[in-house]
């Protein structure tokens, strides 16, 4: 009984510092932030509509990197596919696609990608937004939204900027 007592005594102790040392509240954090981005494509499938546009398929592995070291998606590699849509002139009309980033744990979390602009005097290459969702493991729970830039594209390798707020819970 007093053996049943001390080790009762003994879990409720121990409950305190395992629920402060569990990762997920560990992780648990908001914030903004912002990095680079730089991107190597893998593959590419172009077909040709009849009206003069093209629509392209991409496969690239994609490295992020933030400005914050303590942003949870910091020094991460992301696989990204995506899909473009080419005016008859080869101008992006619109593209949109998603990314699964993951850490050296395996641990991850999912964004879709949207372009909203190109071309334009305020976005020379092209710019657009992005939003988490899907994380798993200790990025279960992450949300957020952000806007990314790209600066240069030079023989299937891209690199811009991004920014953005984000939140596990």
């Given at each position: 009984m007093l053996r049943r007592l001390f080790c009762g005594l003994a879990m409720a102790a121990a409950l305190p510092v395992l629920l402060l040392t569990s990762p997920s509240l560990?992780?648990?954090?908001?914030?903004?932030?912002?990095?680079?981005?730089?991107?190597?494509?893998?593959?590419?499938?172009?077909?040709?509509l009849a009206d003069g546009r093209t629509v392209v398929m991409s496969?690239?592995?994609q490295a992020t990197f933030a400005d914050d070291a303590d942003h949870p998606l910091a020094n991460q590699r992301a696989d990204c596919t995506g899909q473009f849509v080419l005016s008859a002139d080869g101008e992006v009309m619109s593209g949109n696609g998603t990314c699964f980033s993951r850490d050296g744990d395996g641990d991850g979390v999912s964004y879709w990608w949207v372009v909203d602009s190109a071309g334009t005097d305020d976005?020379?290459?092209?710019?657009g937004s992005f939003t988490y969702y899907?994380?798993?493991?200790?990025?279960?729970?992450?949300?957020?939204?952000?806007?990314?830039?790209?600066?240069?594209?030079?023989?299937?390798?891209?690199?811009?900027?991004?920014?953005?707020?984000?939140?596990?819970r």
């Open positions: 560990l992780l648990a954090q908001s914030g903004q932030s912002a990095g680079q981005w730089s991107s190597h494509t893998l593959s590419e499938e172009t077909t040709e496969h690239t592995a976005c020379p290459d092209l710019c899907g994380g798993y493991g200790k990025y279960a729970g992450m949300t957020g939204s952000g806007t990314w830039r790209r600066n240069a594209l030079v023989g299937g390798m891209g690199m811009g900027t991004w920014s953005s707020s984000y939140s596990i």
